[in-house]
Nanobody
Framework: QVQLVESGGGLVQPGGSLRLSCAAS????????MGWYRQAPGKQRDLVAA???????NYADSVKGRFTISRDNAKNTVYLYMNSLKPEDTAVYYC?????????????WGQGTQVTVSS
């Protein structure tokens, strides 16, 4: 079992930046593939980015070149750096962890953090 707690969401203007953090506890962080999903009102929950235990990453086409996922195994934390934010990035962002699914981890979920991009 792993517990995930997201932080760093908030209100930002279009073109701005945010850094989301997800702190993991309860298990050995480095053995989990990690991911970020998002869900906008009335829409399905979609994968934004994922990072494997080895550090390989993959991104949704809509965020490539703007978002960066990284992990710090010493701090049991995964980050999502979001640049050039657009109103369509507004959503609740969820952190995930998975022992086996490397490219769309969904085994464990955090509670989510709201990101609102608006002027």
């Amino acid at each position: 079992q792993v517990q995930l707690v997201e932080s760093g969401g908030g209100l930002v203007q279009p073109g701005g930046s945010l850094r989301l953090s997800c702190a993991a506890s309860g298990s050995i962080f480095r053995i989990y593939h990690m991911g970020w999903y998002r869900q906008a009102p009335g829409k399905q929950r979609d994968l934004v980015a994922a990072i494997t235990t080895g550090g390989s990453t993959n991104y949704a086409d809509s965020v490539k070149g703007r978002f960066t996922i990284s992990r710090d195994n010493a701090k049991n934390t995964v980050y999502l750096y979001m640049n050039s934010l657009k109103p369509e990035d507004t959503a609740v962002y969820y952190c995930t962890a998975d022992r086996s699914n490397a490219y769309a981890p969904q085994g464990f979920w955090g509670q989510g953090t709201q990101v609102t991009v608006s002027s």
